[in-house]
């Protein structure tokens, strides 16, 4: 079957760094993704690993390994507007994504 | 550039009533197109998926039907909304062809079935 598992939720303070783990199992593998997403809002794109490594933009970096079937999403520099669900996504053998349960993340001053 | 937007933002509606959720996109052609249900607190459940036009495939049993009348549009229905019917719904496109897989999301349609 296909699996994607991230934490439920998670806590860190304002100005603090945090990483959000995901774990897949899934049919093909063709990239991972990381959206964010505001209450009450539709998701947004934050990040794409297709290969392994570190991915870098700004205060957001996304991690990537295929071999353990993991990734994290770190953020730096905490800002309370950081406050959402991280949502981790597994584009599989067809190019269709594969969703995890999301991540809600707070931010406390 | 490439546009999506779903309509209406929010809507509350009696138990048995009929439902119309309407998605457009602009500014790509022969796009995947897709429906998601978010519950409160919880991920994104597909409901349907879309290659093209009048090509449905539906994730889950439900009482929920969807249509793709043109390329660029497709439309959630329902005869008759149950109270589990309420949540977050998200309309949704791809890039066709073996693209990276991206979605690219409407703005979401918040229902409440009362």
């Known amino acids: 079957g296909q699996n994607i598992d991230q934490p439920t939720e998670m806590t860190a303070t304002e100005g603090a760094i945090v990483q959000i783990n995901c774990t897949y199992q899934t049919s093909g593998f063709n990239g991972l993704f990381w959206y964010q997403q505001h209450a009450g809002e539709a998701p947004t794109f934050l990040s794409y690993n297709v290969l392994d490594g570190l991915e870098e933009k700004g205060r957001f970096s996304s991690f990537l390994s295929r071999s353990k079937g993991y990734s994290y999403l770190l953020l730096k520099e905490l800002q309370m507007k950081d406050s959402a669900s991280y949502l981790c996504a597994v584009s599989d053998s067809n190019y269709q994504l594969i969703w995890g349960a999301g991540t809600k993340l707070i931010i406390k001053p | 550039s490439q546009t999506i937007h779903q309509w209406p933002a929010t809507l509350v509606q009696p138990v048995g009533s009929p439902l119309s959720l309407e998605c457009t996109v602009e500014g790509t052609s022969n796009p995947n197109l897709y429906w998601y249900r978010q519950a409160a607190g919880r991920g994104l459940q597909l409901l349907f998926y879309?290659?093209?036009?009048?090509?449905i495939s539906s994730e889950v049993p439900q009482n929920l039907s969807a249509s793709r009348p043109q390329d660029r549009q497709f439309i959630l229905s329902s005869k008759k909304l149950l109270l589990s019917d309420s949540g977050f719904y998200l309309c949704a496109w791809s890039n066709r062809g073996q693209d990276t897989g991206e979605l690219f999301f409407g703005e979401g349609s918040r229902l409440t079935v009362l």
């Open positions: 879309s290659v093209g036009i009048g090509q």
